[in-house]
């Protein structure tokens, strides 16, 4: 089971996470990325390519089921304006063995980072700011040699 | 040849317009080429394609390095590095 | 933060993941043991040493805490009575940056596996079986090296 | 002395009880010993500690090898491998 979504909606994680559990799986490895409460930013907007985000979150998905064991993997990325304490991303992979769900999570957020056309604008009081991309972005996704 | 051209981010902003409908001379045969030609369609466009070490492209929704050709392409996209997640 | 619960109640993911996100974190890393639904098991038990199990489990998410940098560090394990599809397990890091919270998900649930007092036992049908240790667990904890 | 016994999983099941209280001898100073003096309380005892490689144990509550000391200890768990999780 392949699930992507790219959506302007609040991300709802138990559900997602009830459709992974829901699989005869055994091991569920989730990762969440929450608009971080404590850096002073009052809105940040996710920006993205219609249709590109969904085509590369699928290729990322397809990546890692063939690449591990899983029963199902889970891209849910959240676009437009969010506040902090939001879910901006929250992805789920499921597997008979827990090393192939905790690896294939890190390595779907990894390459997400990456392989993804999104971007983030930062709002702090009246001062708007593109988030620059980081080399430790490359770095981690470099490391799964695909 | 009549081409799609979509900007995101920073670069839509500079631009002014998120998509644009251009036809570009024939020998303008790369992303990079089609880059040096925008950048003289307006200030805005200049602006935003100052540094293109700066610049990402997709063709055809498929992400490309620069030196990508455009040959026969529908819809080319152009933008920063991307932050999601 | 850190939230050790040993419970026969059904572990509601949920409200726990809910816990951990309220932190000012960023990143959020879980993972989820359930009973597998594909390997004819009806009843799963687990019976654990009281006192000593808490202990296992803080002493873990306490070493997890001061190894990575994590505001948070959760650890519900269920005991008694549970049937395919029950989570056994609910675990969850934490942190600024999801390299941490990743990393310490990871060795929350490997050292889980050898340092807590717990011992299973499956039934099919007729057949109690107690689940015999696996050597890839200690594996699995052993390159943590600590 | 008087020691806390405990016994858990099928160290439980074969000993018969999860939980008794003793005294062993003075001579019996370390786990191994008093798991070889706990043998001969009966059939289920010799049962479960047949094979000692097949033991684990802990001392009040912290997990030890077999040739660990008792002195002074209150309470001696006995325990197959965990298997948690």
Partial sequence: ??????????????????????????????FTGLVRADDGVATLTLEHYPGATEAALRAVAQRAMSRWSLLGATIIHRVGPMHPGDRIVFMAAAAPHRGDALAACAYLIDRLKTDAPFWKQETRGADARWVEARDSDHAAAARWND | MTLRILYFAWVREAVGTGEETVAPPPAVTTVAALVDWLATRSDGHARAFADPTRLRAAVDQSFVALDASILGAGEVAIFPPVTGG
């Fill in chain 1, 1 to 30: 089971m392949i699930r992507i979504v790219v959506d302007t909606m609040p991300i709802d994680a138990s559900v997602e996470l009830a459709l992974v559990e829901a699989l005869p799986a055994g091991a569920v490895a989730t």
